[in-house]
C-alpha cells in the first residue's frame, strides 16, 4: 500500500489517512480544559494516534492558481533562484515544483524542493 500512495503522491495529490478509534482510542483523555497541555508536545501525537483501526485514505489535489507559473517564470527571468519549502509530502511537492516549472528537467531536486514542519 505504501508503494502506491508514494505513486498518487507523485502525481500531485495530497494523501490523507483515515482512521477510527471506537471509544476515543488513546485520545480519549484529552479535553476541553487540558487539550493544550496534553497536544503541546507534538513528540506525544505517535501516541494519541495508537489504538485507532486504519479505515483508508483520500487524494486530494489542489490547482495551483492560474498567475503563478507566469509569475515564477517572471522571476527566473529576473535571475531570482525559486524554490519550494512545503509542509506536504516530498513526492507531492517535487510533483507540484515541476507543474509550475521550479523544477525543470535535469535540475537538482535536493536544491530547489524543502519540506519541513
Known amino acids: ?17 483515515i482512521a477510527i478509534a471506537l471509544d476515543g482510542g488513546n485520545m480519549k ?9 496534553m497536544l503541546a508536545d507534538s513528540n506525544s501525537y505517535g501516541e494519541f494516534e495508537g489504538g485507532c483501526s486504519f479505515l ?9 492558481r492560474p498567475e503563478v507559473k507566469p509569475m515564477i517564470q517572471e522571476c527566473k527571468t529576473a535571475g531570482i533562484t525559486v524554490i519550494m519549502i512545503t509542509g506536504d ?11 509550475l516549472d521550479i523544477l ?5 531536486v535536493d536544491k530547489s524542493c524543502f519540506t519541513g514542519a
Open 1 to 17: 500500500m505504501t508503494e502506491h500512495i508514494n505513486k498518487v503522491a507523485s502525481e500531485g495529490y495530497r494523501v490523507l489517512g
Open 29 to 37: 483523555k484529552v479535553t476541553k480544559e487540558n487539550c493544550h497541555d
Open 56 to 64: 483508508g485514505y483520500v487524494c486530494i489535489k489542489d490547482p495551483c
Open 89 to 99: 509530502a516530498r513526492e507531492t511537492a517535487i510533483s507540484i515544483a515541476r507543474e
Open 104 to 108: 525543470t528537467p535535469g535540475q537538482d
